[in-house]
């Protein structure tokens, strides 16, 4: 039930930006609900948070998008539902970060640090999470960023994981809710918690237990034990029905822009797809 992965220079792009190579058509599909142009200009004091319907269609040259690193852990998949939403959530990433870079998709390269967490040498700063049949990118300048989104059910043996996982006084405050508040309180400590682990790099070769987070609202960073709290800023943010999200970076206050409109066209109908995440 619960996953973990982790997943500029200059002007930044917009939408209009001219494409080249195999990403023209692609990127070109890519619209906004309501007519909404996304700039995509970006500074330092700004998230920006693209919610994305993995049930899309996947358009064929998608899969081209994708370096060999990316194609190998999509062959790995048992099931095709899952390879295709891990194609259709990593494309899309490419895809939005071209249009801040001013580049085609497919020429992105990735590094990745010693934990598996990918990033740019570039000072945009992006993190990729899913659940279920969404999937989140937070994209920013500069900081150290995670996001991770969670879809909200009940989970067997919920508070034998509390107790494995969540500190002392995390598991004060989950055993002060009542018994209808525990699955959501779960789930905006694990997203909160997800989301800081991934900001500094180190996904599930750092403790949970070794940091503090709020259950209710707002969201914040109580205590690290290897650093100041101070210097890291945590945000829940609203995405879909029944999902539970946050997002973690190190540094200042900033904006954010959660866009929950994202779709891509169906040809297949002429229209839009009405429906509507991590290595």
Request: hydrophobic share 45%; proline share 4%.
């Amino acid at each position: 039930v619960i996953r973990r992965a982790y997943s500029s220079r200059g002007k930044m792009a917009t939408l209009g930006a001219m494409w080249r190579s195999v990403a023209h058509r692609d990127v070109a599909r890519v619209n906004f609900a309501m007519n909404m142009r996304y700039d995509f200009q970006l500074n330092s004091k700004q998230v920006d948070l693209w919610l994305i319907d993995l049930n899309v269609p996947i358009e064929e040259r998608w899969p081209l998008l994708l370096d060999a690193i990316e194609q190998k852990r999509a062959g790995q998949f048992k099931f095709v539902r899952d390879k295709n939403h891990y194609m259709v959530s990593h494309a899309i990433l490419r895809i939005l970060l071209s249009n801040y870079l001013l580049c085609a998709p497919d020429k992105i390269t990735f590094e990745y640090n010693e934990h598996g967490k990918p990033f740019l040498n570039n000072p945009l700063q992006f993190n990729l999470s899913h659940s279920i049949v969404y999937a989140v990118v937070a994209i920013t300048l500069n900081d150290p960023i995670g996001v991770d989104i969670e879809y909200q059910q009940p989970v067997d043996r919920m508070d034998a994981i509390v107790h494995r996982f969540f500190s002392a006084k995390e598991i004060q405050a989950y055993n002060a809710l009542s018994d209808d508040q525990k699955v959501s309180g779960f789930y905006n400590a694990w997203t909160r918690k997800e989301a800081f682990v991934k900001a500094i790099g180190k996904g599930i070769f750092y403790a949970l237990d070794h940091f503090d987070v709020t259950l209710d609202q707002p969201a914040k960073i109580l205590s690290i034990k290897d650093q100041e709290a101070s210097a890291w800023q945590l945000q829940a943010f609203d995405t879909a029905p029944h999902y539970a999200a946050a997002v973690a970076w190190k540094g200042g206050k900033k904006r954010l822009n959660v866009m929950t409109k994202l779709v891509i066209p169906n040809p297949a109908k002429g229209g839009t797809n009405g429906d509507g995440g991590i290595f």
